[in-house]
């Protein structure tokens, strides 16, 4: 079966400062998906990136970076310089690549920036 | 840029009462999900949907839950007879085909009293 594991509950950062979320998963197959979604405050999941098991490389997006190693099944993802509008909750999802490919999310990482 | 948009954004409900969430996926897609999130935890697969017909569902989805595609363009979740264990965010999503990203709505957050 598969999961997905965010061993940080909650993070506390000062603004400015970089911080990275974890996301470790589990799976059989071969061929997947992970990917990082935002929740804000007011409740809507905001996709931020999809990534194939296939694609090994960093993937960087302004301020977002991934990192992603599947020697050690994680999909880590670190923002640079956060700001105060950071504030969420980050969830780390897995997808199979077969069939309707539900989603398997983790149980988030809620990240407080304060100014 | 295309959106999924559901409605309603919050709606109240005694217990033991049908409701019905609505959801218009974005018009190409093909692939349709329903999500739950209870607050302060994850979220959860319910129910993917594609040709008219469910294709995988949770435990979650029990018979209390059911699923349609009325009129081509909505896509509804529907629950007989409200618990107060409903209470949660619920998502819709849709894909475009498969491997391809989701888009999901913004979510009709249920209270059931």
């Known amino acids: 079966a598969q999961k997905v594991t965010q061993a940080q509950t909650e993070i506390s950062v000062v603004e400015k400062e970089d911080v990275t979320l974890d996301c470790v998963y589990e799976t059989r197959d071969t061929t997947y998906y992970l990917f990082w979604y935002k929740q804000p405050p007011s409740g809507e999941l905001v996709f931020l990136i999809r990534?194939?098991?296939?694609?090994?490389q960093n993937e960087i997006s302004g301020r977002y970076s991934w990192n992603f190693q599947k020697s050690t099944s994680s999909f880590n993802f670190t923002i640079t310089a956060s700001q105060v509008v950071d504030s969420a909750v980050y969830f780390c999802?897995?997808?199979?690549?077969?069939?309707?490919?539900?989603?398997?999310f983790g149980t988030g990482t809620r990240l407080l920036v304060s100014p | 840029e295309p959106e999924v948009t559901q409605t309603p954004s919050h709606q109240v409900t005694q217990m033991g009462q049908e409701v019905i969430l609505r959801c218009v996926p974005i018009s190409n897609h093909l692939y349709f999900y329903w999500y739950r999130q209870i607050l302060g935890q994850k979220v959860e697969f319910l129910v993917s949907?594609?040709?008219?017909?469910?294709?995988?569902k949770s435990e979650i989805f029990d018979d209390q839950f059911s699923v349609e595609r009325p009129d081509g363009s909505n896509f509804t979740l529907k629950i007989r007879s409200t618990k107060l264990e409903d209470s949660a965010m619920y998502f819709c999503a849709s894909s475009e085909r498969e491997g391809a990203g989701y888009t999901f709505g913004s979510g009709t957050r249920l209270t059931v009293v």
């Open positions: 990534r194939n098991s296939f694609d090994e």
């Open positions: 999802a897995l997808s199979d690549s077969t069939g309707f490919q539900k989603l398997v």
């Open positions: 949907f594609y040709n008219n017909e469910i294709s995988e």
